[in-house]
């Protein structure tokens, strides 16, 4: 049974930073693709970063320069270094893992005060 959970989310004022974090588990991690989703209310998923089985990392618009994903194979953890935050980054932030099939975590809400 495929698992993932985040944590690392919170309340944090305009311009700080925040690292979210992403155990998974039941799933061959170090051949999977990776990302970090974000959903606000009314509005569909969108992605933030994706990294490859191999490390390479794609980034949305709005986070470049700003945001990191990484991943720790050993550990069967993916993170996202959250940088110089922005009152539009509040959202719910979802970990997702692609083997043949996408698994999702539970999400972990980031909120970003002005």
């Known amino acids: 049974q495929v698992r993932l959970v985040e944590s690392g989310g919170g309340l944090v004022q305009a311009g700080g930073s925040l690292r979210l974090s992403c155990a998974a588990s039941?799933?061959?991690?170090?051949?999977?693709?990776l990302g970090w989703y974000r959903q606000t209310p009314g509005k569909e998923r969108e992605l933030v970063a994706t990294?490859?089985?191999?490390?390479?990392?794609i980034y949305a618009d709005s986070v470049k320069g700003r945001f990191t994903i990484s991943r720790d194979n050993a550990k069967n953890m993916v993170f996202l270094q959250m940088n110089s935050l922005k009152s539009d980054d509040t959202a719910v932030y979802y970990c997702?893992?692609?083997?043949?099939?996408?698994?999702w975590g539970q999400g972990t809400q980031v909120t970003v005060s002005s």
């Open positions: 990294i490859t089985s191999g490390g390479a990392a």
């Open positions: 997702q893992c692609r083997f043949i099939y996408e698994y």
């Open positions: 039941g799933i061959s991690f170090s051949i999977s693709a």
